[in-house]
Nanobody, 126 residues
Framework: VQLQASGGGLVQAGGSLTFSCAASGRTFSLYAMGWFRQAPGKEREFVARIKWNIGSTYYAHSVKGRFTISRDTAKNTAYLQMNSLRPEDTAVYYC????????????????????WGQGTQVTVSS
């Protein structure tokens, strides 16, 4: 599976951005997709996850109520809508996909995901 991410950029605090992540290749094997982020000097941090078949979602506490993850199975694409952005949301964002159910039980672990897209910078100015 290959992941192609798009979106991100520079936005003022309180603004919104949308990411998309298109999967190609063995997409029938997808179990879940998600997003992580990594700020300078910090470890990669879980943001959100969606189970591919049933669409159930799970969010990090820091983004719950502000970010929404969704997917379009016909387009093999996941989306991350980010609202009410804060300066602390500034990071490089990565989309990820999992081919097994560890992404259900261990959604927050990067090792639960098998495939990764390229990182995309999000900068939120105060």
């Amino acid at each position: 599976v290959q992941l192609q991410a798009s979106g991100g950029g520079l936005v003022q605090a309180g603004g919104s951005l949308t990411f998309s992540c298109a999967a190609s290749g063995r997409t029938f094997s997808l179990y879940a997709m998600g997003w992580f982020r990594q700020a300078p000097g910090k470890e990669r941090e879980f943001v959100a996850r969606i189970k591919w078949n049933i669409g159930s979602t799970y969010y990090a506490h820091s983004v719950k109520g502000r970010f929404t993850i969704s997917r379009d199975t016909a387009k093999n694409t996941a989306y991350l809508q980010m609202n009410s952005l804060r300066p602390e949301d500034t990071a490089v964002y990565y989309c990820a996909a999992s081919a097994h159910d560890s992404a259900t039980y261990y959604s927050e672990r990067p090792t639960s995901y098998d495939y990764w897209g390229q990182g995309t910078q999000v900068t939120v100015s105060s």
